[in-house]
């Protein structure tokens, strides 16, 4: 089965604070997805990969950078984070048949 | 633009009661429909990818559909365990895009 997995499942940060979100997926996959999730907006996607270094801006980039070095590896980061990046951050790769498995999310808030 | 529609936003059925959830999209190609089950404070999880009109797919008691503009899971004699938010999403052809719905909330009733 695949798995991918997310450092954190909750984590309580200050406004201004730099925040690292990270996930790994275990089965070689080229794509990968950052997506945060928020009540009665579904999944907004803010940056996806499509190699190791490559990256792609989502629908909603402001306030987040990514990073890929290795291909199982893909990181969000929040370079100043603000009390609207409160939310439920999901991080996906992309199988052969283009499906998307999720991670178990973290649950990030911003005091 | 993309979007994806889904209704209704919340469910509520008695054990054993059947229905069926809607979701209509409008893209400008299909690559893809797909359904996910998400359970309260987790990840969600792949149920089905649908390519095209008249394609059904089935995973114990749920089927999924797909038409030229929708899709419907249908959910026959449902039992507590089946309640979650299902979500589904659209890829449109030429990118890597996915556009979600905001999902339904099943809940079944034992």
């Known amino acids: 089965d695949v798995k991918v997995t997310q450092s954190s499942r909750y984590l309580v940060k200050r406004t201004g604070e730099k925040v690292f979100l990270e996930c790994v997926q275990d089965?070689?996959?080229?794509?990968m997805f950052w997506y945060r999730q928020d009540p009665g907006l579904g999944l907004r996607l803010i940056y996806f990969?499509?190699?190791?270094?490559?990256?792609e801006k989502g629908d909603i980039p402001e306030g987040y950078s990514v990073s890929r070095e290795k291909k199982e590896r893909f990181s969000l980061i929040l370079e100043s984070a603000s009390t609207n990046q409160t939310s439920m951050y999901l991080c996906?790769?992309?199988?052969?048949?283009?499906?998307?498995?999720f991670g178990p999310g973290t649950r990030l808030t911003v005091l | 633009e993309d979007q994806v529609t889904q209704s209704p936003e919340a469910l509520r059925l008695q054990e054993g009661e059947s229905s069926s959830l809607n979701c209509s999209y409008t893209v400008s190609g299909l690559r893809g429909l797909f359904w996910y089950r998400q359970d309260p404070g987790k990840g969600p999880e792949f149920l089905f990818t649908?390519?095209?009109a008249g394609e059904e797919k089935e995973k114990e008691r749920l089927k999924a559909t797909l038409t030229k503009k929708e899709s419907f899971l249908h959910i026959t004699a449902p039992k507590p365990e089946d309640s979650a938010t299902y979500l589904c999403?659209?890829?449109?052809?030429?990118?890597?895009?996915?556009?979600f719905g905001t999902g339904t909330r099943l809940k079944v009733l034992a």
């Open positions: 990969s499509y190699d190791v270094k490559m990256k």
């Open positions: 649908l390519y095209s």
């Open positions: 996906a790769s992309l199988g052969t048949a283009n499906e998307q498995f």
């Open positions: 089965m070689d996959h080229e794509n």
């Open positions: 999403a659209v890829r449109d052809s030429g990118t890597y895009k996915y556009i």
